[in-house]
């Protein structure tokens, strides 16, 4: 794919760098480290079939509206299979603590809060030749200790990457930039694991492939194909890389990889900057 090197002054050089997806594998459960992490997360908030969407507090992004990632997930859940990948579109930033309704389209459904426009739920494809290839779990971690928004960041208490949540309470992933741009991130998959954890995953440790910390950016779109869902206390590593921008909008790849070096979901994503 196209990808976009990061300079020294926060701005991209186009390269040529190919990008191969190794053949997907059929879903396997329980491959990898069974030990679990120290910590619980907590319950999920899980929609039930006709229960209320209520997007809850403590799973925001910027602190008064819902991290992009979390929230797209929660809205695709909620679409029910449209296939093999899910694209949502967020038109606002999603609100907090408020019930949300959903209205069924053609092709999918929208996300409303009072006959607002939300978010919009579509299927969608994702090119399996765009696949941000994998580092280890040794060279993610050292790339995770040079994580930008340890010292600057425009969201500390985002639920995915904000340093300022607590062990158990955020999921913390914190993603480094290698030499090439790529950002790594290393994840012990916590307990209870659910869907929309794996669509915050592909969320902020793509976009900080983008230098965030210097210009605030927020997610506008996440298309996200999940091959399976990770287990509990895997050690897994997600992968980051921008391909493209354009304006105010920056095009985001990242991948999710299971211990075994086993694709486990991909996506693709638009970032706005903020004015």
């Given at each position: 794919m196209n990808n976009r090197r990061q300079n020294g002054d926060g701005s991209f050089t186009p390269i040529v760098r190919s990008v191969t997806a190794p053949p997907l594998r059929a879903p396997t459960v329980g491959?990898?480290?069974?030990?679990?992490?120290?910590?619980?997360?907590?319950?999920?908030?899980?929609?039930?079939?006709?229960?209320?969407?209520v997007i809850g507090a403590r799973y925001n992004g910027p602190p008064d509206?819902?991290?992009?990632?979390?929230?797209?997930g929660r809205f695709a859940l909620a679409a029910g299979r449209l296939g093999d990948a899910v694209e949502v579109t967020l038109r606002r930033p999603p609100p907090l603590e408020v019930e949300l309704t959903t209205r069924a389209t053609d092709s999918g459904i929208d996300i409303l809060h009072d006959l607002e426009l939300i978010a919009q739920v579509r299927p969608a494809t994702i090119d399996p030749d765009e696949i941000v290839e994998p580092v280890g779990w040794d060279e993610a971690a050292a790339a995770s200790a040079r994580y930008p928004g340890l010292v600057t960041h425009p969201f500390p208490t985002c639920f995915v990457c904000g340093p300022q949540?607590?062990?158990?309470?955020?999921?913390?992933?914190?993603?480094?930039?290698?030499?090439?741009?790529?950002?790594?991130?290393?994840w012990t998959v916590p307990d209870p694991m659910t869907p929309e954890l794996?669509?915050?995953?592909?969320?902020?440790?793509?976009?900080?492939?983008?230098?965030?910390?210097?210009?605030?950016?927020?997610?506008?779109?996440?298309?996200?194909?999940?091959?399976?869902?990770?287990?509990?206390?895997?050690r897994c590593v997600i992968m980051g890389a921008v391909t493209g921008q354009d304006g105010r909008k920056a095009y985001v790849r990242s991948?999710?990889?299971g211990p075994d070096g086993d694709l486990l979901a991909h996506a693709r994503a638009t970032w706005l900057a903020l004015a």
């Open positions: 491959r990898g480290r069974s030990s679990r992490p120290r910590v619980s997360l907590g319950a999920m908030d899980h929609q039930a079939s006709g229960a209320p969407l509206s819902g991290n992009g990632g979390y929230c797209s949540r607590a062990v158990g309470d955020g999921l913390r992933l914190f993603p480094g930039r290698l030499p090439d741009g790529r950002t790594a991130t290393p794996v669509w915050a995953s592909l969320d902020c440790p793509g976009g900080w492939a983008i230098p965030l910390e210097g210009r605030p950016y927020v997610l506008g779109r996440l298309a996200v194909r999940i091959v399976r869902t990770p287990t509990p206390g895997e991948s999710l990889w």
